[in-house]
Each structure stands twice: as C-alpha cells, then as structure tokens.
C-alpha cells in the first residue's frame, strides 16, 4: 500500500502550482487582448462623464497661449495640463482617465492615470498603460505581485529628474521591472509583457504626480 504523500511533498506541490501558475493581462479585469470600444472601456472603469474625439484648441489666440506656455514648462507639460483640464476622453485609437480611477483598498486607495490603447481596425486592446505617484512604488509593487508574481527581472539605473521652468535637476535611482513570465489572456490566448518603471520621465510634470512610475501591459504581436 502506498503512504500518503508527506507534508515535504505537499508542499512541493503547492509550491510547483504557485511558480507555474498563469500571469495574467489585465488591469481591474480589462485586458490586453480583449475586444472593446471606448464607450465599453469607460464604462469598465466606471467613468460616465468623457468627451470623444476632443481635439485640443484651434483657433489663434489658444494656440498661441499653448506656444507661450510650452516655452515656460516644456511641450509634454503643455498637452498634458489641457489634458488633465480636458478630463477623461477617448479616441478612435485610445482611452485616456488621468483621474477617477484607484487601486488598493479604504481608507488609503492610491489614485492612478489609465490609459488604454485599441486598434481602431479590430477594436483590440494593445497596451494598458497605468501612472501613479512615485513615492507609492513599494505600496503598488505589493499589489502587483500579489496579482502577476513576484517574478521580476530588477535593474537599477542612474537617471536626473529636472524641473523645465527653473532648470534645477536632481539626480535619482530609476528601477527597472520586467516580469519574467509573458500574461496569458484566457479567453484570447494572446500573450503581453508586462514592466514597471519607477520614473517615466527626465522633467518633472506640471500635472499631479509631478514624478510617475508607470506600469506597461503591452500585446506580444504575432504579426511577424
């Protein structure tokens, strides 16, 4: 007669289960793979209000107000401060919520900016991008490896952050995370990446957080 399997082996077991489970593709149940229009994606993310196809100012005296304050804050900081006054909007080709939207748990949720990316062709979700406050790194990270794994390739690189309206810069420790396993989409079979990015950017933004980590969920093509 064969012995029961002992608590060594068991625990083998389990262990063997939890390194091979599956690594998804998504972000609050959306994910990279998945077929949605962006009234879906919206209504996903529990935003009611957003304008659709907004196009940034035309006329004379906006564009030169824009000019003027691109020169002071940078180009990048100028869309996205008529941006974050445009609030959420979507695009034929993305989803854009740079506020609304949270992750963890009351009474201390973490706010976050979602932007989705579709191909307009196939209404398929390429890329989810996810920014949040880079002083909460360590908070997020728990909260991504409870849902992808701990099972990050690390590195460590030496960057400078530097504010464009008075030029003063300050160096800093940019970590680097790439998931080691490709997320499997369950219902499409289609795979992703998946990294994590302590600082996005050189210049400090205009529109809060000022400095952001971001999270990348993007589609493994098979178009090649």
Not at 20 to 42: E, N, R, W, Y
Request: aromatic share 8%.
């Amino acid at each position: 007669m064969h012995k029961p399997y002992g608590p060594v082996i068991l625990c083998f077991i389990a262990a063997s289960v939890a390194t091979h489970a599956v690594t998804p593709c998504d972000f609050k149940g959306l994910s990279v793979g998945d077929k949605a229009t962006p009234q879906q994606i919206m209504s996903h993310f529990g935003i009611a209000k957003y304008s659709v196809d907004a196009d940034r100012p035309t006329n004379s005296a906006a564009e030169e107000a824009q000019l003027r304050r691109a020169e002071k804050v940078g180009s990048m900081n100028a869309v996205e401060e008529e941006e974050w006054k445009a609030g959420p909007a979507c695009r034929e080709e993305y989803c854009r919520i740079p506020y609304g939207v949270s992750v963890g748990e009351e009474p201390l949720p973490i706010p976050v900016g979602v932007a989705v990316f579709i191909n307009p062709s196939t209404h398929q979700v390429t890329a989810i991008d996810v920014t949040y406050d880079t002083v909460q790194w360590d908070e997020v990270l728990e909260l991504l490896n409870t849902k992808y794994g701990d099972n990050w390739r690390e590195e460590d690189k030496q960057g400078v952050v530097m504010n464009y309206e008075d030029k003063k810069s300050f160096p800093i420790v940019v970590k680097v995370l790439t998931h080691r396993s490709a997320g499997i989409n369950p219902t499409t079979r289609t795979t992703c990446s998946i990294a994590a990015t302590s600082s996005d950017l050189v210049f400090m933004h205009t529109t809060p957080p000022v400095i952001r980590a971001v999270l990348e969920i993007k589609l493994i093509s098979r178009n090649f």
